[in-house]
């Protein structure tokens, strides 16, 4: 999700604060998705390398969670328009720095992955991709943000080239606070209708990204497998989990005031009012993993 973000722009340091929590949300949705098994079909043939693209690939959290449950030798291809976060990506793998158009190579136990990094803005070109020599295109955290006529540029090219999707981690609208406040509902709301606006791409999606995506591939004989990959946000399980709390407060406090500065008292005070309570409150934040297999095997 893109809680606390100016409209374009996301901090590294924001995706690596949440990417515990989205490897925790999406190893349970693979519990029931199993992408690794459903994707067989996809696998290339022996000797041959996975070919997977990332769209929005951010610092390469996505990459980090899939490449060892796709397993083999991969060639990824990893995209975002903001290159530096591209250039956080040696780190991030634990290698030595290197120049963005160097290639990287990222091995662990099973699996070995080739990286290319590619600094590409999606909204403008996403139609350049070598989309006919992927087996495998994939996003993370990226859906809820583009439009639908962006969604509808995305599934043309996925059907025209019969790829795989697995797009991970996008919103549904759900936040249940636990303990529960007066005015959750209303900044929850603003905070929906805030994330509506344009991202970039159009008019945002937002929470109906998915039943957008999940219509549009079964029109087209694609067989379609979602499951749930909510954040679960304990601030009793400590510091990591109280400050991504609080970020994600303040970044729905900010987002619902600017939506209706109206009630921007009443929202600076839930904000108090939650920042309060950061280290005991819980949060479930709702978000949806999407796998989609095209109609045969190529
Ligand atoms: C919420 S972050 C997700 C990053 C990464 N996939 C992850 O899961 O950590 C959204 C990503 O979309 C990228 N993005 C936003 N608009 C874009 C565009 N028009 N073209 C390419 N990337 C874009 C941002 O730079 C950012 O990396």
């Known amino acids: 999700m893109s809680e606390d973000m100016s409209e374009e ?28 098994t459903q994707l067989a079909q ?5 000797g041959k390398p996975w070919r997977v693209i990332d769209l929005a690939c951010g610092t390469g959290a996505n990459l980090r969670w899939l ?8 060639q990824w291809l990893v995209v975002d328009h903001d290159e530096l976060l591209l250039q956080c990506w040696p780190e991030r793998l634990g290698l030595a720095p290197q120049a963005l158009d160097a290639p990287l190579h990222w091995s662990g136990a099973g699996f070995e992955a080739a990286i290319v ?58 936040h249940d606070w636990t303990p529960s406040d007066r005015l959750d509902a ?4 603003l905070f929906g ?21 999940r219509r549009a591939l079964q029109g087209s004989g694609y067989r379609v497998f979602t499951a749930p990959s909510h954040w679960q946000i304990d601030g009793r399980d400590g510091e990591q989990a109280a400050r991504l ?19 921007a008292a009443a929202v600076a005070a839930w904000q108090q009012r939650r920042h309060a309570v950061c280290a005991t409150a819980r949060v479930c934040v709702g978000h949806v993993d999407v796998l989609a297999l095209p109609p045969a095997s190529r």
């Open 245 to 263: 709390q609080a970020a994600l407060v303040q970044g729905m406090a900010n987002a619902a005031a600017e939506q209706d500065p109206a009630q």
């Open 67 to 74: 490449a060892p449950h796709l397993g083999g030798a991969q």
């Open 9 to 36: 722009r996301f901090s590294a340091d924001w995706l690596q604060q949440r990417e515990p929590f989205d490897t925790a949300a999406r190893n349970a949705a693979a519990e029931r998705l199993q992408p690794g």
């Open 42 to 46: 996809q696998r290339p043939a022996p």
């Open 117 to 174: 990094r590619q600094p590409l803005d999606l909204a403008a070109h996403l139609e350049t991709l070598p989309w006919r020599a992927a087996h495998l295109v994939t996003a993370s955290a990226l859906l809820d943000l583009v439009s639908g006529p962006w969604l509808r540029r995305l599934v043309a090219q996925a059907v025209g080239a019969r790829v795989a999707m697995l797009f991970t981690l996008s919103v549904d609208g759900r």
């Open 186 to 189: 209303t900044v929850g709301q």
């Open 193 to 213: 209708a805030h994330q509506r606006r344009d991202k970039g791409f159009g008019p945002a999606l937002g929470a109906h990204a998915v039943p957008a995506l």
